[in-house]
């Protein structure tokens, strides 16, 4: 690599479709659904969420699994593009533009949505106790006997729009320093190339993550439960959001970057397989587990993160080698079925809950159902109306 092949130059471009990376996207939209409607399942209470006693305790490790690399992959998606729109837009215009799409939709999102989880949190919890929710819940709202255990998190799932715009804000403030401070800059970039194409990308790239993960308990990133922002949480999704800034800066190499690598598919089931017996051993004993599987938690976390993203990105590249207009579709849709699917992956699991099927058919048969709505709303009420344009500026 004697002239390290060239960094790509921070100009304006046409802004292209990058095939591979929206169908990343689209699966790990997609898959937010079922992870969302499988928590009604997994045998045991989680706030706002309906319990359903027929459930099955292995949903739980399932969920554990999507954990390690769904919102890994996303913020690295999310920090790619927002390096495009710098290179597209420059530093005020990607400030600008994010905080229309993110900021803002983030507040409206959250004064909307938060009374229907609210309400969907006590229908949830009538529920579960049988008979009447309808009629229980109106009553302990008209009495003000609900409780804060009713309900999920306030920051819902829009959790993630909050950290997407410091990550931009702070995306800014180092474009502004990479201006000020370029040799720095390159040499980030110039070393960033050799590790994103280097054969020991994975467990290089996942040694950050883990000391960060060692402090952690059990050995995995919280969910955040609050609006101020938690360090742990910042941190370890931000590497991931400026590794993928980095790699668009260093798209030149997007070929190598993204080739399948099969060794990468098998670390990535090791990981997970390793990172479940780890996560069971907590669930069974917690404080009392062994102390190696913290660690071992910890280690396979980062390494199945960073595995997982490679593979994905891999085997979308060989899946989709050009764009296609449905596939640009369905990646338009995923900002608003994101915003939109978690009330009812909250609600129908209790409005089924005379449903006699397995869980395994529910699970899926849920997913299919919300995801349906979604599409149908999306292409009925919001691509080519004002709710698009606020979600995406006006249609090119």
């Known amino acids: 690599m004697a002239q390290d092949r060239g960094m790509a130059a921070p100009v304006a471009l046409a802004r292209p479709r990058?095939?591979?990376?929206?169908?990343?996207?689209?699966?790990?939209?997609?898959?937010?659904?079922?992870?969302?409607?499988?928590?009604?399942?997994?045998?045991?209470?989680?706030?706002?969420?309906?319990?359903?006693?027929?459930?099955?305790?292995?949903w739980h490790f399932l969920i554990g699994m999507v954990r390690?690399?769904?919102?890994?992959?996303?913020?690295?998606?999310?920090?790619?593009?927002?390096?495009?729109?710098?290179?597209?837009?420059?530093?005020?215009?990607?400030?600008?533009?994010?905080?229309?799409?993110?900021?803002?939709v983030w507040i409206l999102a959250l004064a909307a949505l938060s009374p229907i989880v609210y309400w969907v949190g006590a229908i949830n919890h009538s529920a579960g106790e049988g008979g009447g929710a309808r009629d229980k819940t109106w009553a302990a709202i008209r009495t003000g006997s609900v409780e804060a255990s009713?309900?999920?998190?306030?920051?819902?799932?829009?959790?993630?729009?909050?950290?997407?715009?410091?990550?931009?804000?702070?995306?800014?403030?180092?474009?502004?320093?990479?201006?000020?401070?370029?040799?720095?800059?390159?040499?980030?970039?110039?070393?960033?190339?050799?590790?994103?194409?280097?054969?020991m990308r994975v467990p290089v790239?996942?040694?950050?993550?883990?000391?960060?993960?060692?402090?952690?308990?059990?050995?995995?990133?919280?969910?955040?439960?609050e609006f101020v922002p938690r360090l742990d949480v910042f941190l370890g999704y931000g590497f991931f959001f400026f590794a993928g800034w980095l790699l668009y800066r260093r798209r030149d190499l997007l070929p190598e970057v993204l080739a399948l690598r099969w060794s990468e598919i098998a670390l990535a089931v090791l990981a997970l397989a390793v990172n479940t017996f780890c996560f069971k051993l907590w669930s069974d004993f917690g404080v009392d587990s062994p102390a190696w599987s913290h660690g071992g938690r910890a280690v396979t976390t980062a390494v199945g993160a960073w595995a997982i993203l490679f593979a994905l990105l891999g085997l979308a590249t060989k899946a989709v080698p050009k764009p296609s207009a449905r596939l640009q579709y369905f990646a338009d849709s995923c900002y608003w079925s994101y915003l939109m699917h978690f009330p009812l992956a909250l609600l129908l699991p209790?409005?089924?809950?005379?449903?006699?099927?397995?869980?395994?058919?529910?699970?899926?048969?849920?997913?299919?159902?919300?995801?349906?709505?979604?599409?149908?709303?999306?292409?009925?009420?919001?691509?080519?109306?004002?709710?698009?344009?606020?979600?995406?500026?006006?249609?090119?």
């Not at 898959?31 to 045998?43: C, K, N, Q, S, T």
């Not at 913020?75 to 229309?100: E, H």
Request: include cysteine; proline fraction near 6%.
């Open 18 to 58: 990058f095939a591979a990376l929206d169908l990343v996207r689209v699966a790990m939209m997609v898959l937010g659904i079922p992870f969302h409607v499988a928590i009604a399942y997994r045998a045991f209470y989680s706030p706002g969420v309906f319990f359903d006693p027929h459930g099955a305790w292995w």
């Open 68 to 104: 390690v690399f769904r919102m890994p992959t996303f913020f690295f998606l999310a920090g790619f593009f927002t390096a495009m729109l710098v290179a597209n837009r420059g530093v005020g215009g990607m400030a600008m533009n994010r905080l229309a799409r993110v900021g803002l």
């Open 150 to 199: 009713w309900f999920a998190a306030p920051p819902l799932h829009l959790w993630f729009l909050e950290y997407l715009l410091l990550f931009c804000l702070a995306g800014a403030a180092v474009s502004w320093a990479s201006a000020h401070i370029p040799a720095i800059a390159a040499v980030a970039e110039r070393a960033a190339g050799r590790i994103l194409v280097s054969r």
């Open 205 to 225: 790239l996942s040694i950050p993550y883990i000391g960060l993960l060692w402090t952690t308990l059990p050995g995995g990133l919280a969910y955040p439960s």
């Open 350 to 396: 209790a409005l089924l809950s005379g449903w006699t099927a397995h869980s395994l058919v529910k699970v899926p048969s849920i997913t299919a159902l919300i995801l349906a709505l979604m599409l149908l709303s999306y292409h009925l009420f919001v691509r080519r109306t004002f709710i698009g344009r606020l979600l995406h500026g006006p249609r090119q």
